[in-house]
């Protein structure tokens, strides 16, 4: 007795997964263990990869890939295709970075597909550490020129910071012996001077109100010096 057997498709497995990691915001994360195969085909019609939380990631190598979205570096979404051993040693090693100062955990989703079907996902937690941003300045005042015993304004400087809202302190001295005043001091606390004809000061406030008081600092010689 004769027996037809019909060829029924076997979807792409994973033989291993990554594991779930962790590292600082605006660091590369490394994620490695995943691969793939499959009993019927050796190549991959298509492989897909997304990221949440907007993070960009790369392959350890792009030998063999033929790709419709991304090209393998930097990438926020793949989309390619090549051989099972190919896409192996593409993810042996995928390189993750969270979007520029952000640290919301993410998740990265991993598709195979063999042209017949989709294989199960393989997803990976990525959890972010929060990093501190230190203050920068927006914007910085130009260098300034005027008489002794006149005061003289200096306009132009503003400061950011992506992670606060609030400076614990906000140093400024001057040579010379020279005194300046602020803008203005609303919502500004001093632990040195108080804002007006100072030759130090040291006071903390919202980055706002920071921003109105250098908005315009009156400098004035001390007497008689240039």
């Not at 606390?189 to 004809?197: E, K, P, Q, R, Y």
Request: charged letters at 10%; a negative charge.
């Amino acid at each position: 007795m004769a027996i037809t057997v019909t060829a029924v498709n076997d979807v792409p497995t994973w033989s291993a997964s990554a594991s779930d990691v962790s590292g600082n915001e605006d660091a590369a994360i490394s994620i490695t263990g995943s691969t793939i195969a499959d009993v019927d085909d050796s190549s991959m019609d298509s492989f897909t990869m997304s990221s949440t939380q907007g993070g960009t990631y790369s392959l350890a190598q792009t030998t063999g890939l033929t790709f419709s979205t991304g090209d393998g570096t930097a990438d926020n979404a793949m989309v390619f295709g090549g051989t099972v051993a190919n896409i192996n040693l593409a993810i042996a090693t995928i390189t993750w970075t969270s979007a520029s100062n952000d640290n919301t955990n993410a998740v990265l989703t991993m598709t195979p597909n063999d042209g017949d079907a989709d294989g199960a996902d393989d997803t990976v937690a990525i959890t972010v550490n929060a990093v501190n941003d230190v203050p920068t300045w927006s914007a910085s005042a130009a260098d300034v020129s005027g008489n002794e015993d006149t005061a003289i304004s200096i306009t132009g400087a503003a400061i950011a910071d992506v992670d606060d809202t609030t400076m614990d302190s906000f140093t400024m001295s001057s040579t010379q012996g020279g005194t300046y005043s602020l803008a203005q001091t609303t919502g500004l606390t001093f632990s040195t001077g108080d804002g007006t004809a100072d030759n130090a000061m040291v006071f903390g406030g919202t980055v706002a109100n920071i921003n109105l008081a250098i908005a315009t600092i009156t400098w004035t010689s001390a007497s008689n010096s240039n």
